[in-house]
Antibody, heavy 118, light 113 residues
Framework: EVQLVESGGGLVNPGGSLRLSCAAS????????MSWVRQAPGKGLECVGR??????????DYAAPVKGRFTVSRDDSKNTLYLQMNSLKTEDTAVYYC?????????WGQGVLVTVSS | DIVMTQSPDSLAVSLGERATINCKSS????????????LAWYQHKPGQPPKLLIY???TRESGVPDRFSGSGSGIDFTLTISSLQAEDVAVYYC?????????FGPGTKVDIK
C-alpha cells in the first residue's frame, strides 16, 4: 500500500523558514517523480514544485510565486521528499500535500498545515 | 505557464441526473509524439486529499466508478458524471501535465439540487 506521510508544518513568522518532509513507502521511491501541491484557505490547488528522479539528475521545476524561495529535494536512501521554504509570506499559508507524479498526481498524502502569521 | 479555466464555477444537479464540467487550456496539451492528451481530473472533498479520477483525458483510474468519464482533445475537455450520487458532492479540478509547471483549473463545485 502506498503511503505518503507529511510532517514539519506549523506556525511561522513572515520572512521565516520551514522545512516539510514526506516519508514515502509502498512503492519504489527512487524511480518516482515527486511533487508538492498546496491549497490556500478558500483557494484551489497549486503545484509549487516537482522533482525528477536522481537518475534523471533530480531536476526541479517550480511555480512562479515560489521560485527562488522554495526548494524541493529528495533523499532516496531515506525514501523521503523535502520542501525547504524560505522568506515565507502570509500568502504561503496553506495545506501542503506530498504527491507522486506519474506524471499526473496519482497518490497523495493527508497534507500538513503551514500558517504564516505574526 | 499553461492557464487552465473551468466552467461553470459551480453547479447543482438532482440525484441521478447528469453533471457536466468543462475545462479549457490556454494552449494544446495534446502530444503528437505519443498521441495523448496530458490532462487529468481530480475530485476534492473537504478534509481529504484530492483523488485522481481520470488521466490521459479519458482513462479512468482504478476503482473510480464508471459514472465518471472524461472526453476532449487539444484545448477543450469535459468531465461527465452520468448519474450524480450523494457521495459525488465535491470540488472537481482539471490539471495539465503537458508542460512544467503542472497547473490546475480553478475548480468546479458540484452540489445536490
Amino acid at each position: 500500500e502506498v503511503q505518503l506521510v507529511e510532517s514539519g508544518g506549523g506556525l511561522v513568522n513572515p520572512g521565516g523558514s520551514l522545512r516539510l518532509s514526506c516519508a514515502a513507502s509502498g512503492f519504489t521511491f527512487t524511480i518516482a517523480w515527486m511533487s508538492w501541491v498546496r491549497q490556500a484557505p478558500g483557494k484551489g490547488l497549486e503545484c509549487v514544485g516537482r522533482i525528477k528522479t536522481t537518475a534523471e539528475g533530480g531536476t526541479t521545476d517550480y511555480a512562479a510565486p515560489v521560485k527562488g524561495r522554495f526548494t524541493v529535494s529528495r533523499d532516496d536512501s531515506k525514501n523521503t521528499l523535502y520542501l525547504q521554504m524560505n522568506s515565507l509570506k502570509t500568502e504561503d499559508t496553506a495545506v501542503y500535500y506530498c504527491t507522486t507524479s506519474a506524471p499526473f498526481f496519482n497518490y497523495w498524502g493527508q497534507g500538513v498545515l503551514v500558517t504564516v502569521s505574526s | 505557464d499553461i492557464v487552465m479555466t473551468q466552467s461553470p464555477d459551480s453547479l447543482a444537479v438532482s440525484l441521478g441526473e447528469r453533471a457536466t464540467i468543462n475545462c479549457k487550456s490556454s494552449q494544446s496539451v495534446f502530444s503528437s509524439s505519443d498521441n495523448k492528451n496530458y490532462l487529468a481530473w481530480y475530485q476534492h472533498k473537504p478534509g481529504q486529499p484530492p483523488k485522481l479520477l481520470i488521466y490521459w483525458a479519458s482513462t479512468r483510474e482504478s476503482g473510480v466508478p464508471d459514472r465518471f468519464s472524461g472526453s476532449g482533445s487539444g484545448i477543450d475537455f469535459t468531465l461527465t458524471i452520468s448519474s450524480l450520487q450523494a457521495e459525488d458532492v465535491a470540488v472537481y479540478y482539471c490539471q495539465q501535465y503537458y508542460a512544467p509547471p503542472p497547473t490546475f483549473g480553478p475548480g468546479t463545485k458540484v452540489d445536490i439540487k
